[in-house]
T-cell receptor, first 114, second 114 residues
């Protein structure tokens, strides 16, 4: 299958700081990228969908000013958690797809906000 | 009713047995279906995709799609302890504002015991 990478794999930050997570498709061009969040023992929750060169579309209840998404190229999308708070601590997972093909997940980023 | 519903778990099978995982889907979900495996603390990994009615085999895995009955299944032959994980059934929305996005079942926890 196709390879999607994420960086960093884990991050610890202080409350009020911002954190940027990168998602890259390594061997295919990702026309669409997705950002999910997953709390322990819960299902994946889709946060937003981004198409290359377009603004991201956010799911209901997800604050677009808090979770900034940029999809500037066909291989890179970034998620910035602004003014992070302890309740933002979670497992953030990106996913990428070329056209309407299969969707591949990155390894995830575990965010802990102190 | 959820768009994709998985059979209740957890499921426990002895090593070497066949594990059978099932899910049903609603009319809102298209004919594209995916099975993901998620180990504890890790991100989902795509193991099978199926688009056409019938069976699709890949090694020890067989996915089955029955459009008339609106169900999808995954059979794992010769189950190994390393197959122990949560299995997620996913379908793609057929239209509306969620067109193209995946919707996931609640997951089935599989344990293969030696």
């Amino acid at each position: 299958g196709a390879v999607v990478s994420q960086h960093p794999s884990w991050v610890i930050c202080k409350s009020g700081t911002s954190v940027k997570i990168e998602c890259r498709s390594l061997d295919f061009q990702a026309t669409t990228m997705f950002w999910y969040r997953q709390f322990p023992k819960q299902s994946l929750m889709l946060m937003a969908t981004s198409n290359e060169g377009s603004k991201a579309t956010y799911e209901q209840g997800v604050e677009k000013d808090k979770f900034l998404i940029n999809h500037a190229s066909l291989t890179l999308s970034t998620l910035t958690v602004t003014s992070a708070h302890p309740e933002d601590s979670s497992f953030y997972i990106c996913s990428a797809r070329q056209g309407y093909n299969e969707q591949f997940f990155g390894p995830g980023t575990r965010l802990t906000v102190l | 009713q959820k768009e994709v519903e998985q059979n209740s778990g957890p499921l426990s099978v002895p090593e070497g047995a066949i594990a059978s995982l099932n899910c049903t889907y609603s009319d809102r979900v298209s004919q594209s279906f995916f099975w993901y495996r998620q180990y504890s603390g890790k991100s989902p990994e795509l193991i099978m995709s199926i688009y056409s009615n019938g069976d699709k085999e890949d090694g020890r895995f067989t996915a089955q799609l029955n459009k008339a009955s609106q169900y999808v299944s995954l059979l794992i032959r010769d189950s190994q302890p390393s197959d122990s994980a949560t299995y997620l059934c996913a379908g793609r929305y057929a239209g509306g504002t969620s067109y193209g996005k995946l919707t996931f079942g609640q997951g089935t926890i599989l344990t293969v015991h030696p």
